[in-house]
């Protein structure tokens, strides 16, 4: 292409600082440096992860950047080094790194891998070697992806190559959320066939995890929720039952032993309430209790016997796909139609509208 090994300038929507509004700005984008992808951002979701940044984690060390991280575009140029990927591939670029040489990428056991932008700033959720400038300043890449921009750089160690016949405004969504509530249950939880499971928080999220255990095989699956407007939506992905517990008096907890005679055999968390993470592991008989929800503002805690009787709590980190790997399969899954991403898109709207779709995500308007 004509713009490669040039500066791109283009839109996108800078977060200046937190708790505050985005603004569209032109920045401009550098050439992708060794190892690097340049990709044209053709469409992007917005998970509540952009929202935790903005308007919950607060991390000043994280500011300014673009937000985005569930996204999907085609490589406009590639730095060097660079073999896997050519210009016009399709693509999302991801998260989570997936080196393939690492002692993390050859284990079975995680999805994490030591050359990751994450090991070292998880908790700031942003890359510091930006390829964006704006005003003559700096500005972060967000999870080391920026999907809110035009244009972004990734590491080639962060970007799945997907079937180019792959709608790229609907497989944007399985940069986050869809693989991650659809892995905790299938590859974490390892929901078996005719088991019980409850999910909590029926966002993008839950409402794939639903799906997950639905294709696990799973007898019953109760969602659980304080929005009954969004049963329907979870009866589409495969609830069979919806709790909402502003409706009863007594904890949920109990309510869901006596709906389950004792209890759920899996449960999975995906609100990022510590509160829920730390009391729902009592919701089961004895088995899995699975976190799923980000969050990293407070501490939770569990009685030991809780564990001792048999119960086993895990975490699940992009529902434990391998990101390369996982993505390009669940793109493959949706074009053969054997997982829904079409049922998850409730607007489409412009990048100038990006404020707007903060605030439907923030009031679960999605």
Known sequence: MGTAGKVIKCKAAVAWAANQPLVIEEIEVAPPQANEVRIKIVATGVCHTDLYHLFEGMH?????????????????????????????????????????????CKSPKTNQCEKGWANKDYDVMSNFESRFTCRGQKVLQFMGT?????????????????????????????????????????????????SSCAVFGLGAVGLAA?????????????????????????????????????????????????????????????????EVMGFRIHYQRLGVSVIVGWTNLHDFSARPITLISGRTWKGSFFGGFKSKDGVALMVKAYLNNKVKVDEFITHNMSLDQV????????????
């Open 60 to 104: 000043q060390k994280g500011f300014p950047v673009v937000l985005g991280h569930e996204g999907a575009g085609i490589v406009e140029s590639v730095g060097p080094g660079v073999t896997e990927f050519q210009p016009g591939d399709k693509v999302i670029p991801l998260f989570v790194a997936q080196c393939g040489e690492c002692r993390f």
């Open 146 to 194: 920026s999907t809110f921009s035009e244009y972004t750089v990734v590491e080639q160690l962060c970007v799945a190559k997907i079937d180019p016949a792959a709608p790229l405004d609907k497989v944007c969504l399985l940069g986050c959320g869809i693989c991650t509530g659809y892995g905790a249950a299938v590859n974490t939880a390892k929901v078996e066939e005719g």
């Open 210 to 274: 639903v799906m997950g255990c639905k294709a696990a095989g799973a007898k019953r699956i109760i969602a659980v929720d304080t929005n009954p407007e969004k049963f329907d939506k979870a009866k589409i992905f495969g609830a069979t039952d919806f709790v909402n517990p502003k409706d009863h008096s007594k904890p949920i907890h109990e309510v869901l032993r006596e709906m389950t005679n004792g209890g759920v055999d899996f449960s999975m968390e995906c609100v990022g309430n510590v």
């Open 355 to 366: 404020n707007d779709a903060l605030e439907l995500m923030k009031h679960g308007k999605w």
